[in-house]
């Protein structure tokens, strides 16, 4: 026989007062996870979280100013599968509160002039469509002219294939936008979040002078499940694709958990300005 009282009564956990972690199952107290910056306590599972929290985060407080805010994406070759395109673009401006799957802008980091994009998987699943591209390359030419350090948060499925090659096309544009940006001495700082996938990848992502990667985000060309599907096998190595293991192969500088990121930044920015690498490379 069980000891102690029983009730019948279920008590109903408040909304956003807790959170429960997908990797361990700990709940932990809303404003908690806040202060670490998403960041399970317990375990370090590193939560989803949108454009505006990494602003929030990695900008001086106050410094942030929106750039290309009215670039959208459009429809430019009238597609539908299942659905339409333009369907799919209207219900994802809703849900996420974006017209377009970056966010950009000019900022300060520890008093370091920035120009910072953030993806965001809300809109569309963070896929790179014509105007996330433009917005991109928009953003690195205002780099350049203000001498600022280039930090571009990357959060994407990949190419939008919606848009075909007005989508892929992206790849190259913000590449050789990017390869302008270093012979001018301008530092880029590549963050690598979950996950990071296909045509950004195989692009800007991996183009950073210093590449860093959140703890456990996902990074490669081809999604998991593709990858398995096409070798046909049912597991695939422990830790593949997984940052950690993406370190140990060079493919990243730095693993940073997210709280320690502005810091790091910072400190990156401070030895490595835009000042001082375009002297060294006046000087070479």
């Known amino acids: 026989m069980k000891s102690g009282i029983l009730t019948r009564i279920k008590r109903e956990i408040p909304e956003g007062i807790w959170s ?3 990797k361990c199952g700990d709940t932990t107290y809303q404003h908690a996870l806040e202060r670490n910056a998403f960041v399970c306590p317990h375990c370090g599972d590193h939560f989803a979280i949108g454009h505006q929290r990494y602003v ?3 900008a001086d407080a106050g410094s942030f100013k929106e750039l290309n805010a009215n670039v959208a994406t459009a429809d430019p070759l009238k597609f ?5 395109y333009s369907e799919r673009i209207r219900e994802a401006r809703k849900s996420s509160g ?6 950009t802008g000019v900022c300060t980091v520890g008093g370091n002039p920035a120009a910072l994009a953030v993806m965001d998987t ?6 790179m469509g014509g105007a996330t591209g433009e917005k991109i390359a928009r953003l690195i030419d205002r780099a350049l002219a203000d001498r600022r350090t280039l930090i571009l948060v990357c959060q994407s499925g990949g190419a939008r294939m919606q848009e075909s090659t007005f989508s892929l096309m ?3 544009k913000i590449s050789a936008r990017l390869k302008r940006f270093a012979n001018a001495g301008g530092l880029y700082i590549a963050i690598l979040t979950d996950p990071t996938y296909g045509g950004v990848t195989a692009s800007f992502a991996m183009l950073g002078d210093i590449t860093i990667a959140e703890p456990g985000a996902r990074i490669g060309f081809a999604g998991q499940a593709v990858i398995k599907q096409f070798m046909g096998i049912d597991e695939l190595p422990p830790g593949f694709q997984i940052a950690e293991t993406v370190l140990e192969h060079g493919f990243v500088d730095l693993v940073v958990p997210r709280p320690e990121l502005p810091a790091t930044l910072a400190r990156l920015m401070s030895m490595l300005g835009v000042t001082d690498r375009a002297s060294a490379r006046r000087a070479g």
Do not use: N, Y
């Open 20 to 22: 429960k972690c997908k």
């Open 56 to 58: 929030e985060l990695l």
């Open 80 to 84: 539908r599968d299942h659905r339409r």
């Open 98 to 103: 974006m017209k377009e799957a970056v966010h």
């Open 122 to 127: 809300s809109f569309i699943l963070g896929s």
């Open 170 to 172: 992206q790849m190259a």
